[in-house]
């Protein structure tokens, strides 16, 4: 063997070492981690008019009074008015969406009732459960099993000798996931 061949696989076994502890040592230095990455698509929030909000039939007196609609159907009058037959109902809003999840109600519309020139000033009355209240308005819910009911009343105040006609307005629901 001559010099020249020793020398040369000298540096061949050198130079493989080398590469082989560069390696390794470069293996101890770096790591690798891997993370799963997810989202959830949720159901979108929906709201549908399911009744209407009626005050039925009255009369009004030579005083002002007021004809009042709770959430759950019931109707009180008070001063000059005077109750008639009539179908009385709590306008019914129901929202449906992703099980679980809190939403804010906003309630807008008319703020008075009118028949022709004639006007009835008109605030509304709003819960989740249909009771008996005749003030106030509810501004979050929560979607249980995907869906809940929005009940909405309303006051109306009858002025001294209020003109007769079948007067209208309209009442909104507007819902958004909080």
């Known amino acids: 063997m001559t010099k020249q061949f020793r020398f040369t696989s000298n540096r061949l076994a050198l130079a493989t ?10 293996s101890v230095h770096a790591a690798v981690a891997t993370a ?54 709590a306008a ?39 009771s008996a209240i005749t003030s106030g308005n509810v501004s979050t819910g929560t979607l249980t099993a995907g869906a809940q009911t929005i009940f909405v009343g309303g006051v109306l105040t009858v002025a001294a000798n209020q003109p007769a006609g079948t007067y209208t307005g309209t009442v909104t629901a507007t819902v958004e996931y909080n």
């Not at 070492?17 to 470069?26: N, V």
């Not at 959830?40 to 039925?56: E, H, M, Q, R």
């Not at 807008?108 to 006007?119: M, V």
């Open 36 to 89: 799963t990455s997810t989202s959830t698509v949720v159901a979108p929030i929906a709201i549908t008019k399911t009744a209407d909000l009626s005050f039925g039939n009255f009369a009004p007196g030579a005083a002002p009074g007021s004809v009042t609609v709770s959430p759950n159907n019931a109707r009180a009058v008070s001063g000059g008015v005077t109750a008639m037959a009539g179908t009385i109902t």
């Open 92 to 130: 019914q809003f129901d929202v449906t969406g992703q099980t679980g999840m809190g939403y804010s109600i906003t309630l807008g519309g008319s703020t008075s009732l009118t028949s022709g020139a004639d006007t009835m000033a008109f605030a509304t009355v709003s819960d989740l459960t249909a």
């Open 17 to 26: 070492l080398a590469l082989a502890a560069a390696a390794a040592a470069g």
